[in-house]
């Protein structure tokens, strides 16, 4: 019995283009596997580690995910905006620690630009409750100066006092830039894994001043004297949303409460924790499916493997009359059709690890750029090992198809010759 694993080696090497296409067959269905999951937690983990510290979100009426996704993950765009006046208000509150303004509209060679204040940076948190850093600068202190994130800086090659010119509208070409005024990059953050990375942030005094030659997505004829700006004569008068930190957690309802019944204007607060939580319900059922499209595929592998087995049997039968009349008993040949099943599929398997890490390592920074995904590939995790278990188990079991097939052949049945 010591020698059948070296056998089964030898015979699976003996025919190992077929074999070789059964291995290729099982490492794709693992690597989907391995590669929808480690996706799926890794977008999970992304999105939960992006906001920490933040009691509400504060925008138009809309949806609750429509107003997490535009104002946090900078995706999509708002249904309306917020008043000023409404913003201070909220800001006043006694009950209220800190607020952050969140402007949005415009972008830059891609990258999404965010209007703010310096609270941004004092009071934004994201992971562990993790403060914004600077790797070179500081934040930004005249009105045209900018703060770019890791992934901009990057990306574009921008440096600190290059100059950025910021475009109207979201799309990565433009034909509509705020080329009058440019700005100078006053500072460089930290790399956060967040879409704070790929985000321009300016002042709200900034996204005014470039706007105020604009009127219905058009520049005006006879633009404005810029030579005087000031930031008292700069405030804005809308905004996109807004971040509250509340003194304590139990005034969060109340005042999540008193703002969804606001009467002076419509709008809509959410704790970030649970409208993340009512998302991922949402994307459950696609989620669900893409993991039982993914199992079904391992499973068409390994009856691929099983049909790729049987069908060597009439092919072997010489084979396994010569191993019964040398000693080999019948248990001998059972066993030894089964570690071949295994072999592959414990092949097919390190193959499949091996392709998943590789493709996620050169798709990384296509997803960082694109979706804001970014993938920490480590050792594998409890949940990869499981997997690996599983279908190496799951071929072990395949194998006792083919190889109660082969238990059954005699040795008269091995060397007859069927006509």
């Known amino acids: 019995m010591s020698a059948l694993p070296a056998l089964a080696a030898r015979s699976l090497w003996s025919r190992r283009v077929t074999a070789g296409l059964t291995v290729f067959a099982i490492a794709v269905s693992v690597t989907l596997l391995l590669g929808v999951q480690k996706i799926r937690s890794e977008a999970r983990q992304s999105f939960t580690s992006t906001i920490s510290g933040t009691d509400l979100v504060v925008g138009a009426r809309s949806g609750p995910i429509n107003l997490l996704l535009y104002s946090v993950f900078r995706i999509g765009d708002a249904t309306s905006s917020v008043s000023w006046q409404t913003f201070e208000l909220v800001s006043r509150h006694p009950d209220v620690s800190w607020t952050i303004p969140i402007s949005l509209g415009d972008s830059h060679r891609g990258f999404r630009v965010m209007g703010t204040s310096q609270a941004y940076f004092e009071h934004y948190r994201y992971g562990a409750r993790h403060p914004l850093e600077f790797t070179r600068g500081a934040a930004f202190d005249g009105i045209y100066e900018a703060v770019i994130g890791a992934e901009v800086a990057e990306g574009l090659g921008y440096a600190l006092d290059d100059k950025v010119t910021i475009a109207h509208g979201l799309g990565e070409v433009s034909f509509a830039e705020h080329d009058e005024h440019p700005f100078r990059v006053a500072g460089i953050l930290a790399r956060t894994g967040t879409p704070v990375d790929r985000t321009v942030h300016v002042s709200l005094e900034a996204i005014t001043a470039i706007h105020a030659d604009w009127e219905g997505g058009m520049r005006r004829s006879h633009p404005h004297d810029h030579a005087a700006d000031d930031a008292a004569d700069l405030a804005p008068t809308r905004i996109t949303a807004f971040l509250v930190g509340m003194k304590s957690p139990g005034a969060i309802l109340q005042m999540q409460r008193a703002l969804n019944e606001y009467r002076d204007e419509p709008l809509l607060a959410i704790m970030p924790g649970v409208t993340l939580q009512q998302l991922w319900e949402l994307v459950g059922v696609a989620d669900t499916a893409l993991m039982i499209v993914a199992a079904c595929v391992v499973l068409a592998g390994l009856l691929g493997m099983i049909a790729a087995l049987l069908t060597s049997l009439n092919e072997r039968r010489r084979e396994m009359a010569i191993l019964r009349s040398v000693g080999a008993r019948p248990g001998h040949v059972f066993a030894l059709l089964v570690l071949e ?5 414990l092949v097919g398997v390190l193959a ?4 998943t890490w590789s ?9 960082e750029r694109r979706f804001g995904l970014f993938m920490q590939l480590g050792l594998p995790g409890i949940y990869e ?3 690996a278990g ?7 079991l395949a194998g006792l198809v083919p190889a109660w097939r082969g238990y059954r052949n005699s040795l008269a049945d091995g060397l007859s010759i069927r006509l």
């Open 385 to 387: 090992l499981a997997v």
């Open 341 to 345: 099943s295994g072999l592959l599929a």
């Open 352 to 355: 499949g690890f091996a392709i």
């Open 390 to 396: 599983a279908v190496v188990l799951a071929g072990l």
């Open 359 to 367: 493709v996620l390592g050169l798709a990384a920074p296509v997803l």
